[in-house]
């Protein structure tokens, strides 16, 4: 239950300014935190960290473990500062774009730096770093050593899928599990490295941000991808057939992304599997990431509740039924077993009553977003500011949605245009619509408010995030250094002040 009002912004970690391709955890996820404080936020929220695969396109929502870090977000800045790293070694940075993330040569680069890294650690590491090592690698082995193994092997094998790997290891044989350990020593120490050095980057973050009264809001899929570390090492928690592909795969009926639906493609889980194991993996899933994040941002909630179940060779989501989850018993073990259930649930406004029972009984709050208040039915419509309950988180527009910009030039209808008028009670300006509808979100009764950077600079489609149902392009709008200006930081503050949001 949320109790106290607030704000903040949505912006990624790739978005960050950074000379190296991607944004990451150095000097400008630091200046940023400090315009967050400056402008009186509360939050900033960001997408899931875990680590993603260029066969996922990249994606944060189909991740390679559900557990390990996005080492791309890894700090060469940082790097040099613990001694890892000299500063001649990341002279002669290639010369990316600082408006647009490039995958393929920011990964080469970031794994030239961290090779260095690697090597030095293991001739001459300090003894306060090493003893970190340590002490990370004991208490994450749970998913650490799987994860570290796979993604050794997965190397060993030219990253071909785990499912196509010899049996003896893609059925994890004792002995050939034992025989690959041995032999990869060397590759999995140095996965063990890369994941200690994104988690402790990760805690000085964290710290700089409380140290400035800023929450960092994190984001949880629900599902992970068949070819990671989890599945793999798990593969008796999800839906898969005697060669260990999924037999049914996630997704969504028709709606107003698809009309034939989204077929997201991620195996399922076998909830009688889970529940008869006291749901550990689950339950250590989650405690691993309520230590990373203020509040979790939960996608796809309703699919702990009901999911949509098709058939893996279906070509798209069409051929779907709805299949229950144990949503009461799951988060009742749960809320035994952590001190607090932080979270946000991702809802668009149309789930089943059942959804809604399940977020009523917790107490969790969910979703408004605004680009869905004007269409018809606006007086009734749950996404409109005068409809809304306090325990709520309201959006602007989420990573799924076109910029405000975007959405009204382009997505919107004529009439949507016309009731958008109507409910401000003014003529609409192109200039200034999206401080317009800003506005509509701070002053509403939602105890959050949050706010993707794109629309706080009035930018247009061309910078959205994401465009749910398609494969390639997504993932890569970066904010410039520049941006972050004292003006704008002043004009956000004045707003969050007179909104009783100032954090």
Same mark, same amino acid.
């Given at each position: ?11 990624? #970690?790739?978005? $960050? ?9 150095? &000097? ?17 929220? #960001?997408? /899931? ?17 559900? =557990? ?13 500062? &613990? ?6 070694? #990341? ?6 774009? *600082?408006?647009?993330?490039?995958? !393929? ?24 770093? !090493? ?26 094998? *030219?990253?071909?899928?785990?499912? &196509? ?26 996965? @063990?490295?890369?994941?200690?050095? =994104? ?14 009264? #800023? ?37 969504? /009926? ?5 009309? %034939?639906? *989204? $077929? ?5 889980? +076998? ?131 076109? %910029?405000? *910009? ?47 950077? @794109? ?6 489609? &061309?910078?959205?995030?994401? +465009? ?24 956000? !503050? ?10």
């Amino acid at each position: 239950m949320l109790k106290r009002r607030g704000n903040g912004i949505l912006l990624h #970690i790739s978005s $960050l300014p950074s000379p190296f391709g991607i944004g990451d955890m150095g &000097e400008g996820a630091y200046r940023f935190v400090d315009f967050l404080a400056a402008s009186g936020q509360r939050y900033w929220q #960001i997408l /899931p960290v875990n680590l993603t695969a260029s066969y996922y396109d990249n994606s944060p929502y189909m991740g390679v473990s559900a =557990f390990a870090g996005n080492q791309l977000f890894i700090s060469p800045v940082l790097l040099i500062q &613990e001694g890892l790293l000299k500063e001649r070694e #990341i002279v002669g940075v290639p010369p990316f774009s *600082q408006g647009a993330v490039d995958y !393929l040569r920011a990964t080469a680069y970031k794994e030239k730096i961290l090779t260095i890294a690697w090597r030095r650690f293991k001739g001459r590491a300090k003894k306060d770093l !090493l003893s970190r090592w340590e002490k990370f690698c004991l208490e994450n082995g749970f998913w650490l050593d799987d994860f570290s193994l796979f993604r050794a092997l997965r190397l060993r094998f *030219q990253n071909i899928r785990w499912s &196509e790997w010899p049996r003896e290891l893609r059925d994890r044989r004792c002995e050939a599990v034992r025989a690959a350990k041995k032999e990869l020593s060397d590759e999995i120490r140095r996965e @063990q490295f890369h994941q200690f050095l =994104f988690f402790d980057q990760w805690r000085l973050l964290k710290k700089y941000c409380h140290d400035r009264g #800023i929450l960092i809001v994190g984001d949880m899929p629900i599902y992970v991808g068949h070819d990671s570390a989890d599945v793999w090492s798990h593969a008796e928690l999800f839906q898969l057939d005697k060669e260990k592909r999924p037999a049914f795969v996630s997704g969504v /009926p028709p709606d107003h992304f698809s009309k %034939t639906g *989204q $077929l997201w493609g991620h195996p399922l889980y +076998r909830w009688d599997v889970l529940k008869k194991t006291g749901y550990d993996w689950m339950i250590r899933r989650f405690t691993h990431i309520l230590k990373l994040f203020d509040l979790v941002r939960i996608d796809h909630f309703r699919g702990f509740v009901n999911y949509w179940e098709v058939p893996a060779t279906e070509k798209t989501a069409l051929l779907g039924r709805w299949v229950s989850a144990p949503a009461y018993d799951f988060f009742t073990y749960l809320a035994a077993r952590v001190p607090s259930l932080p979270f946000i649930c991702e809802d668009l406004g149309a789930s089943p009553p059942d959804f809604r029972a399940v977020m009523n009984h917790f107490g969790f709050p969910g979703t408004k977003v605004l680009q869905f208040a004007f269409g018809k039915d606006l007086p009734n419509n749950p996404h409109a500011p005068h409809r809304y309950p306090a325990n709520c988180v309201v959006y602007t527009g989420t990573h799924d949605h076109n %910029t405000i *910009q975007g959405w009204y030039t382009k997505d919107a209808t004529s009439r949507d245009r016309i009731r958008l008028a109507r409910y401000l009670g003014k003529t609409i300006s192109l200039r200034s619509l999206h401080w317009d509808v800003i506005r509509l979100a701070m002053m509403s009764v939602a105890s959050i408010a949050i706010v993707p950077m @794109q629309d706080i600079l009035g930018r247009g489609e &061309e910078t959205r995030m994401n +465009r749910p149902g398609t494969g390639k392009g997504n993932w890569t709008w970066r904010l410039m250094e520049e941006h972050l200006t004292p003006l704008l930081a002043r004009r956000l !503050l004045n707003m969050t002040i007179l909104y009783g949001r100032k954090g």
